[in-house]
């Protein structure tokens, strides 16, 4: 049994205006890009990274950096909160997207002026990103890989992210009778049933994102590593429960070790994402730091690539400070195929000459600190008000 991705559609999808207010060490901050790739260049911590941050809650959940929104507010204006709203264009339309939270509130969307679900928000822009703190994916515990896992799940199947949530919630209700130390099976069999049941599509949507992602990677280039991927359960245990039946048997049979631990042990939370370096033939957390950042940038590509082919529309394209660990060769590459997948990509360095192999195809911002304020300017030309 496999999941169906998205019908394709045609057209492009692209940030064509970007505005951020009080926004971490923006102030007032508005990007108008002309072309598909945008270099964001100058020091650390001149607010470069706070830039893709805002893209990235032009998506559903947390953003890249996994923030509360209180964390985002400019402090030194006492300001009241943040905002970030952008143009996008989506095929043939376009559509005015904003994005706001105020102190002590939780954070707001509306599209074309009409308030939305957060989760909405995947309907409408695929958005994918790489960000230093994900260097340490294939070392770091199982939480790490299933983010990134669900970040490209969510990129084929919007729906992703509802699942998700009702998984969720009903966990939280399993686990709160668990500590209670309830046992009368009558009080499980409801929530047991909605974990069953979603977790069962949480899992059929993430395999077929891992398939959709291994095919793509045989049309990428040979420069970037390949990886066989897989989805296993806790200490690589291939059997774990994977249909619904199979789920809610389990979360039935195992209810007193759960109790035991407070916790439920079983389920789609305790899958892992493996990966093996083609190439050498060993898994990716055995690799060379270089290696595995080639390896997470290959499977960014395929992605990229797969996501292009199910739905005729590559996602944007988010990519932090990615050039500076790349030889020269590498960064040509990686620029000369995101410029053919037609990807919108906004990529940031500390110097220019990260970047000269893009040439004339990219605009370049550079991005500097003016005693805690980001000022980002074009040409000479203050995109700061």
């Not at 069999?189 to 949507?205: F, S, W």
């Not at 296993?232 to 619904?244: N, S």
């Not at 990686?334 to 360095?349: F, I, K, N, V």
């Amino acid at each position: 049994m496999t999941a169906n991705l998205p019908e394709p559609v045609s057209g492009t999808c692209a940030i064509e205006a970007l505005f951020l207010s009080h926004f971490r060490s923006h102030k007032v901050t508005r990007i108008e890009p002309k072309a598909r790739l945008v270099a964001l260049y100058g020091p650390n911590g001149a607010g470069k990274t706070n830039i893709l941050e805002a893209i990235s809650y032009l998506s559903p959940g947390r953003g890249l950096r996994r923030a509360v929104p209180e964390d985002i507010r400019r402090r030194e204006d006492a300001a009241p909160g943040w905002k970030v709203a952008a143009r996008l264009r989506v095929g043939d339309t376009q559509h005015e997207l904003e994005t706001w939270a105020e102190a002590g509130a939780g954070r707001h969307v509306h599209v074309d002026g009409k308030a939305v679900p957060q989760n909405r928000l995947g309907n409408l822009l695929r958005i994918l990103w790489l960000v230093p703190a994900m260097d340490r994916l294939w070392t770091e515990a199982a939480e790490g890989r299933r983010r990134f896992l669900d970040r490209m799940t969510l990129s084929f199947d919007p729906a992703h992210a509802d699942d998700a949530l009702r998984y969720e919630k009903a966990m939280r209700e399993r686990n709160r009778l668990l500590k209670d130390q309830v046992t009368d099976a009558h009080w499980y069999r409801a929530v047991e049933a909605q974990m069953a049941a979603t977790g069962a599509a949480i899992l059929l949507r993430r395999e077929a994102a891992i398939a959709a992602v291994t095919a793509a990677q045989r049309d990428g280039l040979d420069i970037f590593p390949k990886a066989a991927l897989a989805l296993i359960g806790p200490d690589a245990d291939e059997d774990f429960p994977r249909t619904e039946e199979a789920l809610l048997d389990a979360l039935s049979e195992r209810r007193n070790r759960d109790m035991s631990a407070g916790r439920t042990l079983v389920g789609p939370h305790r899958c892992d994402l493996s990966a093996i370096y083609a190439a050498k033939s060993i898994p990716a957390r055995e690799t060379s730091t270089g290696e595995q950042k080639a390896l997470l940038i290959s499977l960014v590509l395929a992605n990229v690539r797969a996501l292009a082919m199910a739905t005729g529309a590559a996602p944007v394209v988010l990519l932090d400070e990615v050039a500076a660990h790349l030889d020269q060769e590498r960064q040509a590459a990686l620029y000369d195929e995101l410029d053919a997948l037609g990807a919108q990509a906004w990529l940031t360095g500390t110097g220019r000459e990260l970047f000269d192999a893009l040439g004339a195809r990219a605009d370049y911002l550079q991005v500097t600190d003016d005693a805690g304020l980001s000022i980002v300017s074009e040409a000479g030309l203050n995109n700061q008000h």
